[in-house]
Structure formats: structure tokens, C-alpha cells
Nanobody, 123 residues
Framework: QVQLVESGGGLVQAGGSLRLSCAAS????????MGWFRQAPGKERKFVAA????????YYADFVKGRFTISRDNAKNTVYLQMNSLKPEDTAVYYC????????????????WGQGTQVTVSS
């Protein structure tokens, strides 16, 4: 099993940056592909980005391409989401998740989820 804990959320002005972290427990972290999702108030949860188990492949939703970067450090059991040029529409709860499938944007293919961290972008 994998337990995931996100951190790094907060309040930032439009145009600013935040880096989210997701710390995983368990010795099998490096065998999982990881993803970030987000859920805005009153909306469905959406795929944001994903990374393969070794970090060699990354995938992004169109609305974050060029602004967000996903990375991982398997030695630290941590996956990151660097968010730059933030916009008010990026306001959401951000979740990390683990999957045995690389690069999938489908929630149902992620078996482990964190509790989420709030990101609020003010205009």
C-alpha cells in the first residue's frame, strides 16, 4: 500500500508560483506512476499532470502546459508539482495519486489518493 500526503498549498496572487509536494510512505513508491488532479468548488475533479515511475515521461493537461511541471525524487519518496504563472482559475484542491499505469488521465486507474491541499489564486 501507498499513503500519500500533499503539502505546499496556499494563497498566491495571480502570476505567482507555488510548489506542491506529495510525500509517499512505503518502499514501493518508485514502482508507481504518479498523477496530480484538481477539483474546483462545484466542479468535477480533473487530471492535471502525470509522471512515470522513473520520472522519464511526463504528461500534462492542455490547460497547464507550459506553466506547470511535474517531477519526482524516488530517493525521497516525493512527487512535486511546480506551478508558475498561476491564474484565478487554477484555484482548487489539488490531489496526488498513485497508479500502476503510466500517464493515464483517468481517475479510476489511480488506486491511492492523498487528502488534498488547497490552492487559492487571487486576482
Amino acid at each position: 500500500q501507498v499513503q500519500l500526503v500533499e503539502s505546499g498549498g496556499g494563497l498566491v496572487q495571480a502570476g505567482g508560483s507555488l510548489r506542491l509536494s506529495c510525500a509517499a510512505s512505503g518502499r514501493t513508491f518508485s514502482s508507481y506512476a504518479m498523477g496530480w488532479f484538481r477539483q474546483a468548488p462545484g466542479k468535477e475533479r480533473k487530471f492535471v499532470a502525470a509522471i512515470g515511475s522513473s520520472g522519464g515521461s511526463t504528461y500534462y493537461a492542455d490547460f497547464v502546459k507550459g506553466r506547470f511541471t511535474i517531477s519526482r525524487d524516488n530517493a525521497k519518496n516525493t512527487v512535486y508539482l511546480q506551478m508558475n504563472s498561476l491564474k484565478p482559475e487554477d484555484t482548487a484542491v489539488y490531489y496526488c495519486a498513485a497508479s500502476v499505469k503510466t500517464g493515464t488521465p483517468l481517475e479510476r486507474e489511480y488506486g491511492y489518493w492523498g487528502q488534498g491541499t488547497q490552492v487559492t489564486v487571487s486576482s
